[in-house]
């Protein structure tokens, strides 16, 4: 045991700093017992309510949630699944480190241990997992609450690492490492992070391939594969559940296919090229990996800003405005609409910012390693640049969008450079162990000096002159200007004045971060030379290297994610104030009544009405298709009254336009959570129904497809103006009703309609339904008294946990085994050794 701990001293002292690193960064509010305040965060706490709700009365998680677009799966919104064993690795993470620190901890250990494996100095393994886990968008994801999406990144660098161990011939290690890093990317639920991981790993694949073909070592490559196929066949087990209810819920979504043909503009697949393109990399923004305010940072100006001395009070106070008066008027324009970016994504929390040194070094990579490593890190490079264009390259990005499979599903095609962020720092590194290695210390200089003219004079002319490489100026600025003419009256001077102030400002941001940038790159410059020149040692350099890295990344960091993010906790325990309206409302004990809050801005991306109440809007980027359209068609142009009656909802809040003042509107309309129709008029398609609830009685008439008409005709259906139809128990996945008829007839649920998993039973037997009015549910109902029920049991997900059972087993022996094995081995070496001496 002394002798593990000796051999693997250093190791251990990294992994000690590797953890106090994030924890410093977060010292001041994990020690004021603060939070992060993240607005998805937020928001899902609004998406959960219901659901955590339902878990402290039941003890039970439903797997449907009514808080939302009139009822979906919760499956994209909070679902545990027990048989993972996973899930039980990422509450143990939870529980000894506090948010955010656990995130950003598994992103350092993961690149740590990829760049040990491909055997780096551990000081230099430390510094590149510092370049990549401190990189400024894992920190702009962190602020933003986009949790499961920084988790998922946080594995791309150890599956790498067992894919790249397996292909070494340590079959067993790395393809047990491999499925279980792989298990927990999946688990993290993020699968567009997933999927781009996957492109890298093909073009690995590629490279590894075109290797054993000239090497003629196809049977190791061969074996490789079949245990990395293995790998990956039990990381899907591990997560069968959740893939299994993800991809049955995804074909009814609005990545799904469009069931309108005449009343849409949607692509019959995937999503809208425009939305998917939305957050598309500009092509020049790419200098942010460089230069991180090239494109002016974030759409917000950084705290700090000197509005006094900035360019537009400057403008204001040329033209006459007294400069009190003048930075008053700066500061609302720069908070109302002057934003420090430039580039035309709609906003951004800030730039991709790869690292100064890291920049240099990458450069530095591409002429001295000659590992086909570096085959792959700069194939994936120039795919993800080209593919995070999107709109503003479409070539590549429109091929794979037309004809890659699921590619289309995703959107904020930007977020493919997150595999570009690991590639970087990994050959930037790779590039200075190539400095310590290599004996031709002057053949390796003459590269040192190319990469820092590359890099060193890039920045020096975007020091000197801004302009040759960039406008500061995007597509609006026009726009921008008339706006302006129009806030000052007419007054088409003073607006140019301002807007060119702006433009004065976005220069001064960038031009302080080319200098700053241009610092690092001359003190890694020098550190090298210091080292081929041998002024200082391995040990020194590298340790260098890492603080000097950790100083650019921090610096950058903390303008995106700082002690000011932070609030108090009891803040946070209710996210969302009560306002009388509510009070109100909330006094109603119906079970199950929606509201439709036009009060917030738009009722379709906003939130926290579902905190309070089963909402007709919300927030989620994956809505049942059938709602979307609904939205689309029956929302977008003059709210439908029939579509509001016919979803239950009971109560609208409104704001008066001119006072703000908010109130409430009771529907007496509503049809109510269940009713009997008196007639059935069926539709050809999808098109026509559309059309047909546009404007009908859903009191009185259900819209049927005719698909469902051998479920109605023959059924001796009669109207009974004396039945009755009454919700006598309600659970988000169990609801009960009670009906009493003298004839049979059609009953029409006020629940939007979900095959797979839904079930109904009348006195304990189940019994078919069908779908009505596009998206409700509606069945055929006996004469009599009946119990009838419907009740969420999706095979998808209590199947699919038996599967994951025995794939969570499997894992657990496979890696035991790999323990047991690695120990065996080591006395075998030893008495090997006394041999030989």
């Keep these: 045991m002394n002798n593990w701990f000796k051999r693997n001293s250093t190791h251990l002292i990294i992994v000690a700093l590797l953890i106090v690193i994030p924890f410093a960064y977060f010292f001041t509010p994990l020690m004021q017992g603060k939070a992060l305040a993240q607005g998805d965060v937020q928001r899902a706490q609004s998406m959960q309510k219901e659901i955590m709700d339902t878990k402290a009365k039941t003890g039970h998680e439903p797997l449907w949630t009514n808080s939302m677009f009139g009822g979906m799966p919760s499956y994209q919104i909070h679902v545990l699944y027990p048989n993972n064993v996973t899930s039980y690795v990422v509450e143990s993470l939870k529980t000894i480190f506090p948010n955010p620190v656990d995130t950003v901890l598994l992103t350092l250990l993961g690149a740590y241990l990829l760049l040990c494996v491909l055997r780096l100095n551990p000081w230099l393994a430390a510094a590149g997992a510092l370049a990549f886990a401190l990189s400024s968008y894992n920190f702009i994801l962190i602020d933003a609450g986009h949790a499961n999406q920084a988790f998922a990144i946080a ?39 997933t999927y781009y991981l996957l492109i890298s790993i093909l073009i690995l694949v590629i490279v590894q391939l075109y290797h054993a073909i000239k090497t003629k070592q196809l049977n190791p490559f061969g074996k490789s594969i079949i245990y990395l196929v293995a790998a990956t066949l039990l990381a899907v087990a591990v997560n069968a559940s959740m893939l299994w209810t993800t991809a049955e819920y995804g074909k009814e979504t609005n990545r799904g296919p469009s069931n309108l043909t005449q009343h ?12 998917a393109y939305a957050w598309s990399q500009g092509v020049g923004e790419c200098f942010t990996f460089l230069i991180p305010n090239a494109y002016g940072g974030a759409s917000e100006w950084p705290t700090g800003f000197d509005v006094p001395s900035s360019n537009v009070t400057k403008a204001l106070v040329a033209k006459g405005v007294a400069q009190d008066q003048a930075s008053n008027i700066a500061q609302q324009l720069l908070q109302g609409g002057l934003s420090p970016y430039w580039g035309n994504k709609q906003f951004t929390g800030g730039p991709f910012y790869f690292g100064a040194v890291v920049c240099f070094l990458f450069i530095l990579g591409l002429f001295i390693v000659k590992h086909r490593i570096k085959w792959w890190l700069l194939a994936t490079v120039i795919l993800t640049m080209l593919l995070s264009f ?23 095609v930007e977020s493919i450079l997150a595999v570009a962020m690991l590639c970087f720092p990994v050959l930037g590194f790779m590039a200075v162990q190539e400095v310590i290695d290599n004996k031709d ?38 726009t921008l200007i008339s706006g302006l003419t129009q806030a000052f009256k007419g007054d088409g001077d003073l607006a140019t004045s301002v807007a060119n102030g702006l433009v004065s400002d976005r220069i001064a941001l960038e031009r302080a971060d080319a200098i700053r940038s241009l610092i690092f790159i001359v003190i890694a410059f020098g550190l090298l030379w210091a080292f081929i020149k041998q002024k200082i040692n391995i040990t020194v350099a590298s340790i260098a290297f890492l603080l000097l890295t950790l100083i650019d990344m921090w610096g950058v960091d903390r303008r995106y994610l700082n002690d000011n993010n932070f609030v108090d906790k009891e803040d946070l325990a209710q996210p969302f104030k009560m306002r009388d309206v509510d009070q109100f409302i909330l006094r109603d004990t119906d079970p199950d009544f929606r509201v439709f809050d036009l009060s917030q801005g738009d009722p379709f991306t906003n939130a926290s009405t579902s905190y309070f109440y089963k909402s007709i809007g919300g927030y989620h980027a994956a809505k049942l298709k059938r709602y979307d359209e609904l939205i689309s068609n029956q929302f977008s142009k003059t709210t439908n009254r029939d579509v509001l009656d016919m979803l239950n909802t009971k109560y609208i809040i409104v704001a008066d336009p001119k ?45 049927v497809d005719q698909q469902y008409k051998s479920l109605i005709e023959g059924k001796n259906l009669a109207n009974d103006p004396n039945s009755t139809i009454t919700l006598t128990s309600y659970e988000p996945e169990h609801l009960t009703y009670q009906t009493g008829s003298a004839t049979s007839q059609i009953a029409v649920f006020s629940e939007i309609y979900y095959k797979e998993g839904w079930k109904m039973y009348i006195d304990g037997v189940e019994q078919p339904y069908f779908r009505a009015d596009y998206l409700l549910r509606a069945a055929v109902i006996p004469v009599g008294n009946h ?23 499997l894992l657990v022996l496979a890696l035991g085994g790999v323990v047991y094995t690695e120990n065996k081995k080591k006395p075998e070496v030893k008495k090997d050794t006394k041999k030989k001496a």
């Design 441 to 478: 210390k002057a053949y390796i200089f003459k590269y040192v000096k190319i990469a820092f003219y590359i890099t060193g004079g890039i920045t020096l002319l975007l020091v000197v002159a801004p302009t040759i490489f960039f406008s500061f100026r995007n597509d609006q600025h026009q």
């Design 155 to 193: 594995f791309f660098a150890p599956i790498i690492a067992g894919i790249i161990l397996t292909f070494r011939g340590k079959y067993l290690l790395g393809a047990s490492l491999t499925a279980l890093f792989l298990a927990m990317e999946i688990r993290a639920n993020h699968i567009q992070m």
């Design 659 to 703: 006072t703000g003042t908010v109130s409430m509107q009771a529907n007496e309309t509503a049809c109510g959570h269940a009713w009997f129709v008196k007639s059935v008029k069926y539709a050809i398609n999808a098109d026509q129904e559309m059309q047909a609830i546009s404007s009908f009685d859903p009191k009185n008439e259900a819209i």
């Design 390 to 412: 999107g709109r503003n390259m479409p070539f590549v990005s429109d091929l794979f969008f037309n004809y890659f499979p699921m590619y289309n599903k995703f959107r904020a």
């Design 787 to 809: 119990k009838v029920e419907f009740k969420f049991h999706p095979a998808s997900y209590y199947v699919g946990e038996q599967i994951s059972l025995a794939g969570s087993i």
């Design 264 to 275: 849409t503009s949607e692509p019959s697949n995937g999503l809208d090229k425009d939305y």
